[in-house]
């Protein structure tokens, strides 16, 4: 089991430009998420899905938009990037919902310039 | 709605001594609860979780944290710290059959030689 994983690791946008991260799973899960994380602020939550075909926003869904056409695939999109989307992205997934805990991709590193 | 309140972003020990990182929650129906560490560079792991079976619960790497309902707390703790636990520590919150997760903000824990 490769777990979840991310592409890239680390990139470099410049405002305005458009791009999208990939998220991808190989346990089955149900459950997948996207997250940003910023320093002093924890996780907070972009968007979700519980299912293909099927999801929802979270917290911070401004400027990102997310589909998810199979179990194992949960791309997120910038449509337009702005340096406030300057953040590490963590995708992460879980069997299906609580008490399952989520487990967690290596990350995307964003600069937005 | 759930919270989750973390106190002390950073926390600095000696080699060798007791490790005690502080969780308090905010949930109107039963938690469930999680302590998550993060290495520099890396994602989230799990280290423990709390899912209404025992209230002291036993983790990896020898951490614990016990659950007290009457202090809505979830502290965690580590008898003897070793220089490898120096990372970013994130309690979580969330509730049977729902798909959102809420994570407190970290805490940075330092292991001085």
């Known amino acids: 089991n490769a777990g979840v994983t991310q592409t890239p690791k680390f990139q470099v946008l410049k405002t305005g430009q458009s791009m999208t991260l990939q998220c991808a799973q190989d346990?089955?899960?149900?459950?997948m998420s996207w997250y940003r994380q910023d320093p002093g602020m924890g996780l907070r939550l972009i968007h979700y899905?519980?299912?293909?075909?099927?999801?929802d926003q979270g917290e911070v869904p401004n400027g990102y938009n997310v589909s998810r056409s199979t179990t194992e695939d949960f791309p997120l999109r910038l449509l337009s990037a702005a340096p406030s989307q300057t953040s590490v992205y963590f995708c992460a997934s879980s069997l299906t919902a609580a008490p399952y805990e989520q487990y967690f991709g290596p990350g995307t590193r964003l600069t937005v310039t | 709605a759930q919270s989750v309140t973390q106190l002390g972003s950073h926390v600095s020990v000696s080699e060798g001594a007791l490790v005690l990182l502080r969780c308090n929650y905010s949930?109107?129906?039963?938690?469930?609860l999680f302590w998550y560490v993060q290495y520099p560079n890396q994602g989230l792991q799990l280290l423990l979780k709390?899912?209404?079976?025992?209230?002291l619960v036993k983790g990896i790497n020898g951490f614990e944290a016990e659950f007290k309902k009457s202090e809505t707390s979830f502290h965690l703790t580590k008898p003897s710290a070793h220089m490898s636990d120096a990372a970013e520590y994130f309690c979580a919150v969330t509730t049977s059959g729902t798909y959102k997760y809420i994570f407190g903000t970290g805490t940075r824990l330092k292991v001085l030689a």
């Open positions: 899905s519980v299912g293909a075909g099927i999801t």
């Open positions: 346990m089955n899960h149900e459950y």
């Open positions: 709390y899912t209404s079976a025992a209230t």
């Open positions: 949930s109107s129906v039963p938690p469930y």
